[in-house]
């Protein structure tokens, strides 16, 4: 008889855990047997004693287990997914499984939504009219099968053993252990039938992981759980120092991404992050070069090829392509206002973090569960670390539907900038790829 | 306003808890507003990232208030509580308490029942027909004023705080915790109204501490939190690498703690740890030098005293004072197993917890919280360490009602002793004072 205090005491003390114990807490509790306040402190003592690979790895296997896996085996060509560890202005998605599909790969991706200060792509599609992304299994099939993509919220079924502990996780400050996220990310992405997985770990004050090394221990694990599942992986450690791109909200990034998609983006890192990401995937699909994917990524995008592979998506899912195409028809927010820079020198850092929470706070995130999303606020980021601004120069734009919360997110995002008289260098964008 | 989570996470990475988190998570969770989850996660986290003094303080206060505290200040004289941590065969508290009253202490004593493989002072007390451990406070204070000392179990109002974490450590494995220990034993104690605290901390295979150094630190806090409240405190660090005395159970411990009192007792360790922890309480109390009151101590034997004062307080909580002195008297149990030893030589160490268990097993305490205990089954234990036995000696002697559980009992005592060749010392009875 396995017991839920020797299995915690084990742990407590450092020990191993069998595949058989593990399998036992994971399936039990979700099962309802197993109280939350053991398992909270098992948590708790795995996120002080870690776990080595092999219970890693048989943790993500229980949890998997615990749900539905979908089979993907007739839908013809390789199936790729993308996953990011979370950011603010992360909206990469939205591009990446466009262009991945009008170069030929199938891209059933199966994203999230807002957590915290970060957003979340489900969020982001949701601000389009009419847009579903609770999608059944077999119409998800035939829009991935059809279009080559599809881009829906996760099942109710999908691994409930980490959606409880998640929920779990998220209230009893065992968040950040690279045992428990490793198992989290790849039990659901091991769940989805795919044959490639991308992985973009963010770092930096505005990610989960503010430390190169934590990071890079993190993606090693992920990694390697997903080619002991016979999957083709790689993962991308890439900067979260300060917003990705120029918008932070919903409606804006999707706005922001269909520029890009069309060719007309004028944020670097937008463009750079979303083409290695997706000719990473196209190249771990087709067994080419990452150069000549990236060849391919870039023509996708001057063709318009990804930009038309978008709007099959959405009209397949519902979307109005009225308002994408024309996103002027949009309704618009009711309060614009700018902030100002202080002083005159150079952007040396942004509090990410800040930037995330003021998004949040304007209703861009949810600070409860049970808080609606309103899709139009949001913040405009004009200037980027390194860039040169003058006294007064505006360097973001907040979009508010209420005055108090756009003056309070005013004041967020002044005191998030800090300025230096000193040339500063842009943080690296890519900072590492392990495979 | 305090958050739960925060105060888990600011634990979890090593920080100080102020007085007012803590009284709030204590409070709180006492209310039933936080929930178990979120405590068992903080208990984990103070498992292993440890409390400053103050902290410790602050948890000992906060729990004491959850409750009621008795205050004892219309009763005259020094009053006194002896509190042990738990072993196999400690039934010092039955002698120390008539004894320190009759040499003019007054004993407010309030003891626990058994607790995993440790008895407790209550299962033992009501192994004696008729005797009440439950007294309403008016009752209590009656007693205690005219007899001079009165025992009694806990109330329900007695640290609720602490019945409900403790319930909560017990099973999610943070139990051994010196933080959680001492803020456990010391807010009931502070609570009983008392002058002088004597603690007899064990140490040994048959305590909660095996380790020397563990008790001891155990001990210092103690120590250090009762004299921060203006307590008179004096701590022992005591063996337990083998039962005390020559009973294990209840009533057959209540037998042996009278002849002690009748001054026929040849259990030379039982005689001298009572003796001494007497002793310390009688000279915290009346600023004699320890030397004098162990004269007196001693005396109290020699003149029955003691014994008196035990008879007094048997018969004010309703005890059958015919059968306390008359044991003949008392139900025998229906089986008695000896147990031999296979092997001449020296007793070189008992198995205590496994000793311990045995008598579990046998009835003398619960498996399981419903259990009711059998007074009459237990362990005699013949041989101790150090003593020189012949193949065939009988060492232990099994009373039971049931002849499989007095079976496994032969075996597991068998299991639980080792022998050797060579001499072998016995162990140092009184390692420490601490005070």
Redesign the interface.
Same mark, same amino acid.
């Given at each position: 008889m396995l017991s @839920?205090?020797e299995i915690?005491?084990r742990k407590?003390e450092g020990g191993t855990l069998s595949a058989e114990e593990i399998e036992y807490f994971v399936t039990q509790y979700t099962l309802g047997n197993i @109280?939350?306040?053991?398992?909270?402190?098992?948590?708790?003592?795995i996120?002080?004693k870690g776990m080595i690979d092999r219970e890693i790895l048989d943790l993500t296997h229980a949890m998997m287990l615990t749900g539905t896996i979908v089979r993907l085996s007739d839908v013809p060509g390789c199936k790729a997914d993308k996953h990011s560890t979370g950011g603010v202005g992360d909206k990469v998605s939205l591009m990446l499984a466009p262009l991945a599909a009008a170069c030929g790969v199938k891209v059933p991706m199966v994203s999230g939504r807002g957590l915290g200060h970060t957003g979340g792509t489900i969020d982001k599609l949701e601000s389009i009219p009419g847009f579903r992304t609770g999608i059944s299994i077999s119409e998800y099939k035939r829009i991935l099968k059809r279009v080559g993509l599809v881009m829906s919220r996760q099942s109710d079924d999908l691994v409930p053993a980490d959606r409880k502990l998640y929920a779990?996780r998220d209230?009893?400050?065992?968040v950040e252990s690279i045992p428990l996220i490793t198992s989290s990310i790849m039990s659901k992405k091991l769940a989805e039938g795919i044959d490639v997985l991308v992985l973009d770990v963010k770092v930096g004050n505005g990610a989960f992981m503010k430390d190169l090394t934590q990071a890079r221990s993190l993606a090693k694990k992920m990694v390697q759980v997903g080619k002991l599942y016979g999957k083709k992986v790689a993962a991308y450690l890439t900067d979260m120092s300060q917003p990705l791109g120029s918008e932070v909200g919903n409606w804006n990034e999707v706005v922001e991404s269909v520029k890009m998609l069309r060719g007309e983006s004028d944020a670097d890192d937008i463009v750079e992050l979303t083409t290695r990401l997706t000719a990473e995937m196209v190249s771990l699909c087709s067994g080419e070069t990452r150069a000549v994917a990236s060849q391919r990524v870039k023509k996708a995008i001057e063709s318009g090829a990804g930009y038309e592979k978008f709007l099959e998506m959405v009209k397949a899912q519902g979307g109005d392509l009225n308002v994408v195409e024309n996103p002027a028809k949009y309704r618009k927010p009711r309060k614009v206002v700018e902030v100002k820079s202080p002083e005159g020198g150079y952007v040396a850092s942004v509090d990410t973090f800040k930037i995330g929470m003021a998004a949040v706070k304007l209703g861009a995130g949810r600070e409860n569960v049970e808080d609606k999303i309103d899709p139009v606020v949001g913040i405009t980021i004009l200037k980027k670390i390194g860039e040169r601004v003058s006294a007064g120069d505006v360097i973001a734009i907040v979009h508010a539907n209420d005055e108090e919360r756009a003056k309070s997110a005013k004041v967020e995002i002044e005191g998030a900038y800090s300025f230096s008289r000193r040339k500063c260098s842009r943080p690296e964008l890519i900072k590492e790829r392990i495979a």
């Open positions: @839920p205090y915690i005491l407590r @109280p939350d306040y053991q398992v909270s402190s098992l948590l708790m003592a996120f002080f779990l209230v009893t400050g065992t």
